[in-house]
């Protein structure tokens, strides 16, 4: 898998160069802007930006103001370094549509746990193996072993169930499933979901149970409690 790019945002090249160089230790590329015109150009010129770390205070055009405009267009991830921290700063943040909010002074150890945090939540990264109530998926094998049996899914039943089982505890409607399985480009019925569910259920044996049906929604993985 290729690095995931992040743009730094910052007027000082000093802290631009300190986060820079603790994201490329783990494993990130990054690109660097020094204002906010500067960091709106890139996004929009860069089209694989995964996530943008970004200073409040610069020339031109705060972090509030790039957050805003962004946020028009895109959802991606936004962390936001400030030294100021009181609390009416870090709702202005949040109201722009900011994910995460970092203030001044801080452990880059610690900004790069919030980053990996961060792009797990948005499914921008996620584990290779998943394992849960006796299903275990290998996404790099494309595999699914259920109590330690090799289960035989399609290609779409395997992506369904990997997706039931990474939003497990969510109930997700049938438009949502589409659009994260079949992707926004599909243009099918809704009922292509119950007919996959179906048949997922039936290869799943007694752990099909595990899918359950939410009326006048969609459906919710839940493994029961012991």
């Known amino acids: 898998m290729d690095a995931l790019k992040i743009l730094v945002v910052d007027d000082e090249a000093r802290m631009r160069k300190l986060v820079s160089d603790f994201l490329v230790r783990s494993g990130y590329k990054t690109i660097e802007a020094a204002d906010g015109e500067e960091a709106l150009e890139k996004f929009f010129t860069d089209k694989d930006i995964a996530l943008i770390i970004l200073d409040v205070m610069m020339p031109r055009l705060d972090g509030y103001g790039v957050a805003k405009e962004i946020r028009q267009y895109s959802q991606v991830p936004i962390i936001m370094l400030t030294a100021k921290g009181e609390e009416r700063d870090e709702l202005m943040g949040f109201s722009a549509g900011v994910d ?24 921008v990264v996620s ?100």
């Open 100 to 123: 995460d909010y970092i203030p001044k002074p801080f452990s880059p150890r610690v900004l790069v746990a919030r980053v990996e945090a961060l792009l797990k939540r948005y499914n």
């Open 127 to 226: 584990e290779d193996k998943l394992s849960v109530g006796g299903i275990e998926i290998d996404k790099q094998a494309h595999t699914v072993t259920i109590d330690g049996e090799l289960k035989d899914f399609s290609f779409k039943e395997f992506e369904l169930l990997t997706y039931f089982i990474e939003n497990r505890g969510i109930a997700l409607s049938r438009e949502k499933i589409l659009n994260n399985v079949w992707n926004y480009d599909y243009y099918g019925d809704a009922r292509t979901i119950d007919t996959h569910v179906k048949k997922l259920r039936s290869k799943m044996g007694a752990k099909g149970s595990y899918i359950r049906t939410v009326w006048g929604i969609g459906y919710k993985f839940e493994v029961p409690e012991a």
